[in-house]
């Protein structure tokens, strides 16, 4: 699992309520990724990090931002849930530089009401 | 704007059979094509990938065949058996893959006994 942990596994919220998913990695990966997975759309791009303090935006970016003050440590934060965000959600880190055999967590479902 | 088609939605292969899954993209820049597998409740797992300059990569039961000028891809599942039956999502990458993946939407593969 290239010593990936996400939490919590499963959340219920609010609409309109902040909540924040943690991903966690042991083996000081530069390269960390959130990717979201719903029925008819596969996994698509939230925001990634290749570093300390270093983020960019994805394909659906909107409504999430992210922040990463330690290698280990790559959070996803919906400032305001929404149910459109009901969905599960995959942190995922790359072994090379190059970002090629991407490695994913367990998954958080997450369930907005 | 779907970069990654993949075809069929689902398929049901008898034990023993050829499971055969197809994806077409429209970014020339793509550079690495991977397969992932996933089975319900558990993180997308790297199969198998290939770079363009290759026209086939075969790891065991699982072959990745490629068609550059086509803009295809496809994976062939040979001896297919009920272990294999899971979610199987194509994949693409370009730049290093370093700002991420984009997927397909997934083929629900089921292997009959």
């Known amino acids: 699992d290239a010593g990936i942990t996400q939490s919590p596994r499963h959340k219920v919220t609010e609409t309109g309520t902040p909540v924040t998913l943690r991903c966690h990695q042991t083996e000081n990966h530069r390269y960390m990724y959130w990717y979201r997975q719903d029925p008819g759309h596969g996994l698509r791009l939230i925001h990634y990090s290749y570093g300390v303090k270093d983020t960019d935006k994805g394909e659906v970016s909107d409504g999430y931002s992210v922040s990463r003050s330690k290698t280990e440590d790559f959070l996803l934060t919906l400032e305001s849930a929404t149910s459109s965000q009901t969905s599960v959600y995959f942190c995922a880190i790359t072994l090379t530089p190059a970002g090629t055999e991407a490695f994913f967590g367990q998954g958080t479902r997450l369930t907005v009401v | 704007q779907q970069q990654v088609k993949q075809s069929p939605q689902s398929l049901i292969v008898q034990k023993g059979g050829i499971s055969i899954i197809n994806c077409a993209y429209e970014n020339t820049a793509f550079d690495y094509f991977p397969w992932y597998q996933q089975f319900p409740g558990k993180g997308p797992a790297l199969l198998i990938a290939?770079?363009?300059?290759?026209s086939e990569k075969k790891e065991g039961r699982f072959t990745i065949s490629f068609n550059k000028s086509a803009k295809q891809f496809s994976l062939h599942i040979m001896d297919s058996q009920p272990g294999d039956s899971a979610t199987y999502f194509c994949a693409a990458s370009s730049g290093g893959g370093a700002d991420g993946l984009t997927f397909g939407k997934g083929t629900h593969l089921i292997i009959q006994p």
């Open positions: 290939i770079r363009p300059d290759v």
